[in-house]
């Protein structure tokens, strides 16, 4: 167990309206990420976080927006959500304390199930 | 030409055999491994990493890497009817920082 949470799991919400998820971490690990999950198109990045207030976006970021003001939290925006944007939203970490800090071994969180209508 | 590659499967294995599941990769500086278990409707699981030429075993499962052919591949042995899930294979891409994951392979074991 990483101790990475998310939430909320599961949300339904309708189209045109802002929502925010959030991901948190209580192990002080540096790198967080966003990815979605769609079936045909497998886990593509949104956007990640290389510390307090770094972010950059991924290969899947128009109509998202992150923000990550301390340590264990990054969250996750869609300003405006359109049907597209119905998925499964997983949370990432990476880069344990008194690693050699590198982004590459990832583990997830239990992921939040979003429904746009 | 994607970059991280996988039979989709379904893949179905009969228990007890060895289940071999493969990968294929496109960009040649990458250097760390990956392969995730991910049960319907939860999330992905790390269970193996490799970095080096070879094989790297854990239990009853065993990564192989191949870099010259831009091959990874991880063997389950003994399988039984809980390792059926989808396994999903994970490049890191050394130039651009990021992950990048195939679309996974459908795994059952057939009692």
């Known amino acids: 167990d990483a101790g990475i949470t998310q939430s909320p799991r599961h949300k339904v919400t309708e189209t045109g309206t802002p929502v925010t998820l959030r991901c948190h971490q209580t192990?002080?690990?540096?790198?967080m990420y966003w990815y979605r999950q769609d079936p045909g198109h497998g886990l593509r990045l949104i956007h990640y976080?290389?510390?307090?207030?770094?972010?950059d976006k991924g290969e899947v970021s128009d109509g998202y927006s992150v923000s990550r003001s301390k340590t264990e939290d990054f969250l996750l925006t869609l300003e405006s959500a359109t049907s597209s944007q119905t998925s499964v939203y997983f949370c990432a970490i990476s880069g344990k304390p008194g690693t050699s800090g590198s982004g590459d071994t990832q583990y997830f969180g239990p992921g939040t199930r979003l429904t746009v209508l | 030409q994607k970059e991280v590659e996988q039979n989709s499967g379904p893949l179905s294995v009969p228990e007890g055999a060895i289940a071999s599941l493969n990968c294929t990769y496109s960009?040649?500086?990458?250097?760390?491994f990956f392969w995730y278990r991910q049960y319907s409707g939860k999330s992905p699981e790390l269970i193996m990493f490799?970095?080096?030429?070879g094989d790297k075993e854990d239990g009853r499962f065993t990564a192989q890497l191949n870099k010259a052919s831009q091959y990874v591949s991880l063997l389950i042995r003994d399988s039984q009817p809980s390792d059926s899930a989808t396994y999903l294979c994970?490049?890191?891409?050394?130039?651009?920082?990021?992950?990048?994951f195939g679309q996974g392979t459908r795994l059952t074991i057939n009692p």
């Open positions: 976080s290389y510390g307090v207030k770094d972010t």
């Open positions: 994970a490049v890191w891409i050394q130039g651009a920082q990021k992950l990048v």
């Open positions: 960009d040649r500086g990458s250097q760390s």
């Open positions: 192990e002080n690990h540096r790198y």
């Open positions: 490799i970095y080096s030429n």
